[in-house]
């Protein structure tokens, strides 16, 4: 089956669509699964509406894909600005026209409804586990390590949080509305408590507050941009002074930013392979779902942890053996287990 998410944004159109599903298409080839890639989207601006609006929306939506998702056709998941809300109401949807309960229709689900253990953080676990081989395998010392992360959502946080957790040291982040910095380190769940209760991390009482811009540019060992696209482009890329960066959002690195960062030396783990956890356990909410039997959160992350790592050793093995950067071994690996597999099938007369 296909596989990828359901995005609600006002400027969604068909190529961005287009281009996110044929990406989806390799991250699942670099992490091994058996997905092909698919993307869909609304263009609407969910900020504006109400939750009865939503729910109306997302039902009608559904019912006109009905005859084109399905557990072994194309299973959605969330994306920007949807949620597992979003999915259960795909669900429901498609159960009710379909007539019996298919949970495995869609993946980040509530757990309550067939969910799995460690989705929301799944894609964070992801880029932590990247961060960690990454230390490894440039010679970097990981525990103390400075880290900063552009983006404090779902991915910007639970990184944040699971790589503190680890030892790393969180010494800025931002949002949308802009940044914090502490070199002593950031506690994350305080900044996430500041969020919360005034709308954004700036004005964090224990830090001083910079730009988006500026994270970029700070002398960190790890720089993660968790946010949005086309964050690094060939107008700062030269100032970037992170030894490694590990990209949490999808396409955060333009073409032309990614040449000067590999002039300069940066490393990068791109985004096919630092964030494709979230995928990964994708594809273990829908085997569980399958199966009707439902794992422990101990053996999923188990699980996913060494997916991860065989996924970066593969990537770097390909990078090396090519003598090319971590992104275009990525993408080499991919085409590889794609070509096969199209090969091993043959053409239908």
Not at 243 to 262: C, F, M, R, S, W
Not at 287 to 299: A, C, G, L, S
């Amino acid at each position: 089956p296909f596989k990828g998410g359901i995005r609600y944004h006002p400027n969604v159109n068909l190529d961005e669509v287009t281009a996110l599903a044929i990406l989806m298409t390799w991250k699942s080839a670099v992490v091994d699964i058996p997905f092909g890639g698919a993307k869909g989207g609304v263009k609407c601006d969910p900020k504006k509406m109400s939750r009865s609006e939503l729910e109306r929306l997302t039902r009608r939506y559904t019912a006109g894909l009905f005859d084109v998702i399905g557990p072994h056709i194309d299973i959605p998941a969330p994306d920007v600005y949807t949620d597992e809300q979003t999915m259960a109401w795909i669900m429901d949807t498609y159960s009710q026209l379909k007539g019996e309960p298919t949970p495995e229709v869609v993946t980040g689900k509530p757990i309550s409804v067939g969910g799995s253990e460690c989705r929301k953080e799944a894609t964070a676990y992801g880029v932590s586990v990247c961060v960690r081989e990454a230390a490894k395998e440039y010679g970097l010392r990981f525990k103390g390590a400075s880290v900063a992360i552009q983006g404090y959502g779902n991915v910007g946080f639970n990184a944040a949080k699971i790589l503190h957790d680890w030892g790393a040291k969180i010494v800025a982040v931002s949002d949308s509305k802009g940044g914090i910095i502490n070199r002593d380190g950031l506690n994350p769940l305080k900044v996430m408590e500041h969020k919360r209760r005034t709308g954004s991390v700036i004005n964090y009482e224990k830090a001083e507050n910079i730009t988006n811009e500026e994270l970029l540019t700070l002398d960190v060992d790890f720089l993660i941009p968790a946010a949005i696209e086309g964050q690094i482009t060939g107008r700062n890329a030269d100032r970037v002074r992170a030894k490694v960066i590990v990209e949490g959002a999808n396409g955060p690195t333009t073409p032309e930013a990614d040449k000067i960062l590999q002039e300069k030396g940066v490393k990068v783990v791109p985004d096919i392979l630092a964030n494709a956890g979230g995928v990964t356990v994708s594809y273990f909410e829908w085997v569980q779902n399958i199966q009707k039997f439902r794992w422990e959160r101990d053996e999923i992350l188990m699980r996913l942890d060494k997916r991860m790592v065989k996924s970066f050793k593969d990537t770097l093995e390909y990078s090396k053996r090519y003598e090319t950067s971590m992104r275009m071994g990525a993408l080499l690996l991919a085409v590889k287990r794609v070509a096969e597999a199209v090969e091993s099938l043959g053409i239908w007369p």
